[in-house]
Every structure is written in structure tokens, then in C-alpha cells.
């Protein structure tokens, strides 16, 4: 059974930095495409950025160029480096490992219980 944990959200002023981890356990980590999803309050979930097992990586628009996903085979682990933080990156952030070697779109796959994001000052 997969387990994936997440951990590293919290409180940050507008224009700080934080980094996410999600440790996964119970399966094969580096054949799996990985993501960050996240969902603000009275919205839908949404991809942030996702790798792929060989370490393609993807953005949504509105965090390309602040935010870098990245991954650490031997340590089962994946990052989500996020910089210049918005008010609007507010939101619970998710971690998904797919189960393909990539994040198909709907999402098919294990979740995180979720950790959250708060950008204010």
C-alpha cells in the first residue's frame, strides 16, 4: 500500500520561500511520475508541477519561474522548491504519485493527506 507524506508547509510572508517534501513508502518510487497539486478555498485542485520517472518536468503558468519540483530516488522522496511566494499560492499543496511514469491528466493514482500552504503578512 502506498504512503505518501508530506511535510514543510506553514506561515510565510509575501516574497518568501518554503520547500515541501513527500516521502513515499509501500512501492516502487523511482518508476513513478510524481506531482504537487494544490487547492485554495472554494476552488478546484489544481497541478502545480509534476516530474516524470525519467525527470521530465512541467508548470502551471503561474508558478513557472518561482517554483522547482525535483526528486530524490534513493531517499523515495520528492521536493517542491517554491520561491517569491504570492498571497495567491495560498492553499492546502498535495502530493500524487501516479500510477504511470508520468502524471496523467485526470489523475490516476495515491495522495498525501495534504500540508498547508499560508502566504501572508
Known amino acids: 500500500q502506498v504512503q505518501l507524506v508530506e511535510s514543510g508547509g506553514g506561515l510565510v510572508q509575501p516574497g518568501g520561500s518554503l520547500r515541501l517534501s513527500c516521502a513515499a513508502s509501500?512501492?516502487?518510487?523511482?518508476?513513478?511520475?510524481m506531482g504537487w497539486y494544490r487547492q485554495a478555498p472554494g476552488k478546484q485542485r489544481e497541478l502545480v508541477a509534476d516530474?516524470?520517472?525519467?525527470?521530465?518536468?512541467s508548470y502551471a503558468n503561474s508558478v513557472k519561474g518561482r517554483f522547482t519540483i525535483s526528486r530524490n530516488n534513493a531517499k523515495s522522496t520528492v521536493y517542491l522548491q517554491m520561491n517569491s511566494l504570492k498571497p495567491e499560492d495560498t492553499a492546502v499543496y498535495y502530493c500524487?504519485?501516479?500510477?504511470?511514469?508520468?502524471?496523467?491528466?485526470?489523475?490516476?493514482?495515491?495522495w498525501g493527506q495534504g500540508t498547508q500552504v499560508t502566504v501572508s503578512s
Open positions: 500524487h504519485r501516479s500510477q504511470y511514469s508520468y502524471v496523467r491528466i485526470p489523475p490516476i493514482g495515491s
Open positions: 509501500g512501492s516502487i518510487f523511482s518508476i513513478a511520475g
Open positions: 516530474i516524470s520517472s525519467s525527470g521530465t518536468t
